[in-house]
C-alpha cells in the first residue's frame, strides 16, 4: 500500500472573504487557490504555508451560500499550528486583530508553552511553542 499523506482539514465558514482575511493577515498563511460551485452553491479557499502540498497539510475553507453559522458540536477540539515563539507570535495576532483566548505560558502539568486564538467563526487555534522546524512561518 502506498503511504498516505495528510491534505488539508476542512472547516465550513459563515463568511469566505472574513476567513480568508484571518488565516492570511492574521495567521500569514497564504491563499493556495480558489474555486466557485455554483450549481451547487459553494465556494471553496485552500490555504496554507510554505506552498500547501505536498510540504504541509492545508486548511480548506468551505462557504457554503447563504448559510452564515454552524453548531460546531461539542466532538470539534482544535486546529494545532506550530511556532517558534508562542508569546511574540500572540503580540502579532492581537496586533492583527485576532483574539486570543488563552495567552501563552507552560500547559497545565507540564513546560510545553502553548496558547489558543480564535478565527472568525469560532474554530479554536492552539499554537505549541516548538524551536526547531516549527512551520507557521507567518507568526514569527
Not at 472574513?18 to 485552500?46: H, K, W
Request: proline share 4%; aromatic share 10%; charged share 20%.
Amino acid at each position: 500500500m502506498a503511504a498516505m499523506r495528510f491534505l488539508h482539514t476542512m472547516l465550513r465558514v459563515g463568511n469566505l472573504q472574513r476567513s480568508i482575511d484571518f488565516y492570511t493577515q492574521v495567521l500569514g498563511m497564504q491563499l493556495l487557490r480558489q474555486s466557485e460551485n455554483p450549481e451547487y452553491q459553494y465556494s471553496l479557499a485552500f490555504l496554507g504555508f510554505e506552498g500547501g502540498n505536498p510540504a504541509q497539510a492545508e486548511i480548506e475553507l468551505t462557504y457554503n451560500w447563504g448559510t452564515e453559522t454552524y453548531d460546531h458540536g461539542n466532538a470539534y477540539g482544535h486546529i494545532a499550528l506550530g511556532v517558534p515563539d508562542a508569546y511574540a507570535a500572540c503580540e502579532k495576532i492581537k496586533a492583527a486583530g485576532g483574539n486570543v483566548t488563552r495567552e501563552a505560558g507552560p500547559v497545565k502539568g507540564g513546560s510545553t508553552v502553548i496558547a489558543f486564538v480564535t478565527d472568525p467563526d469560532g474554530y479554536k487555534i492552539e499554537l505549541i511553542q516548538r524551536a526547531e522546524g516549527a512551520g507557521g512561518a507567518g507568526l514569527r
